[in-house]
């Protein structure tokens, strides 16, 4: 569980970190690059698209959270749990 954790924190820390100009260009990278490990995958296409839900970027949220939440994703880690949640919480809010 706290390597789970710890991936998520390092990937909102490298996101975090970049200038406004190339913030979704590094979102991309980091996803990108934890597509190499399927329970990696899933953790951080969800800490991915939490940071594009909490930028206002709700479409873009929704793709990363299917990412998470479906194979090849380990879908027993913790990212694709949430995701789950949370796209079924995004499905109970849509008026």
């Excluded at 710890?6 to 990278?29: H, Y």
């Excluded at 899933?42 to 959270?65: C, I, K, M, P, S």
């Excluded at 939440?69 to 949640?85: I, K, R």
Aim: aromatic share 8%; with cysteine.
């Amino acid at each position: 569980m706290k390597r789970f954790v710890m991936t998520v924190l390092a990937s909102a820390v490298l996101v975090a970190g970049c200038g406004k100009s190339d913030e979704e260009k590094r979102a991309e990278e980091v996803a990108k690059a934890a597509e190499k490990d399927n329970l990696q995958l899933a953790t951080v296409a969800y800490g991915v698209g939490l940071w594009h839900l909490l930028n206002g970027r709700d479409a873009r949220a929704r793709e990363y959270f299917e990412k998470a939440a479906s194979p090849p994703a380990q879908l027993s880690g913790f990212g694709s749990v949430a995701a789950y949640y949370e796209l079924q919480r995004m499905k109970s809010t849509i008026r």
